[in-house]
């Protein structure tokens, strides 16, 4: 009896399998063919081939054409999945807009560049990357997906050695700075604008990754985190007060060289400072090598040789130096 109620539920078993498989098939048929019927109907890649061979081509092979993604367009419409209805458009022969075929990826005056973006976001609108898309710096000044991805051919935005050519199109004055003496490695790929930058748009200043510009430097510069007993407030403020990321002609990426960085917060000190004589104020030798109330000319000489903890200090002396002065 015991046996046979064991083999009873055996089969009970087995029989419930084959019935939830069959029912998930079902359903993965309904869902592959719920998403087809979401999009227009028209005809399929080996048709376009015809005039479009290299494109198809690219299309069979990359992410888009892939069979088992369920969420692409090659389980949703195909071509027209991006494209449109493209029947009438085939019939007339093919060209440029004829048969109302929408090109996202051209420079069709008729497409604006949210109807565009309206056809990538269809699939691509998810993600943490594009959350803050509308209203972006991006968004706001009319670019399009296109006007730095390409779909048919291979997209250098996603790879690091090719992704700079992409973004200096349009900001020059960062093409400049990254071919200056002193910079990130960026043009050897071993970190690109998207390791800083958001181009989808952020919450941060300037597209950047994190909330603010600090925060974004610190995911490589974490040294300069801290906390500190004694911090500089430069530090905690905005690592562009002092570095220019993008290149510099002054070692360490800073603005200018020291002293004359330090100087534009920072008065200048010491038992004498060198003066241009001849100069409103300056009085004559020797008061004029003295003091603090003349024409200071800095040469030659550096902050960091005495102040060497100038992104913070954790000296908790009082006296023998004073820690708040950025002293070793």
Not at 137 to 156: E, F, I, L
Request: proline residues 6%; charged residues 15%; aromatic residues 4%.
């Amino acid at each position: 009896m015991r046996g046979m109620h064991a083999s009873n539920f055996t089969l009970g078993l087995g029989e419930l399998f084959k019935r939830l498989g069959m029912l998930g098939v079902a359903a993965l048929a309904l869902g592959v063919g719920g998403a087809g019927s979401a999009y227009a109907a028209g005809p399929g890649p080996e048709v376009c081939a015809n005039c479009h061979e290299a494109v198809v081509a690219y299309y069979k092979g990359s992410v888009h054409g892939q069979q088992g993604n369920l969420r692409g367009p090659a389980n949703a419409g195909e071509c027209s999945t991006c494209h449109g209805d493209t029947t009438e458009h085939v019939k007339a022969g093919g060209g440029r807009g004829v048969g109302g075929i929408k090109n996202p990826g051209g420079k069709s005056a008729s497409l604006a560049a949210d109807d565009k973006n309206a056809i990538c976001l269809t699939c691509h609108a998810g993600g943490s990357k594009r959350t803050h898309w509308e209203g972006s710096t991006h968004q706001t000044r009319g670019n399009a997906c296109t006007s730095c991805h390409t779909m048919h051919t291979k997209d250098k935005v996603l790879t690091k050695v090719t992704q700079p050519e992409v973004c200096f199109n349009c900001h020059k004055q960062q093409r400049v700075e990254v071919n200056r003496t002193f910079r990130h490695p960026v043009l050897e790929g071993k970190v690109v604008c998207s390791d800083c930058h958001n181009p989808h748009g952020s919450i941060g200043r300037a597209l950047m990754k994190r909330d603010s510009v600090v925060e974004t430097c610190y995911q490589c510069h974490a040294e300069k985190r801290g906390p500190f007993v004694h911090a500089h407030e430069p530090v905690n403020e905005d690592c562009s007060i002092c570095h220019n990321p993008h290149g510099t002609v002054v070692d360490s990426m800073l603005k200018t060289r020291p002293p004359f960085l330090c100087h534009q917060c920072h008065t200048p000190h010491g038992g004498v400072i060198a003066t241009l004589r001849g100069q409103p104020g300056v009085a004559a030798p020797p008061a004029s090598l003295t003091g603090k109330s003349s024409v200071n000319v800095t040469q030659g000489r550096g902050c960091l040789n005495c102040h060497t903890q100038i992104h913070g200090g954790n000296n908790p002396s009082l006296t023998h130096p004073t820690p708040q002065f950025m002293l070793r």
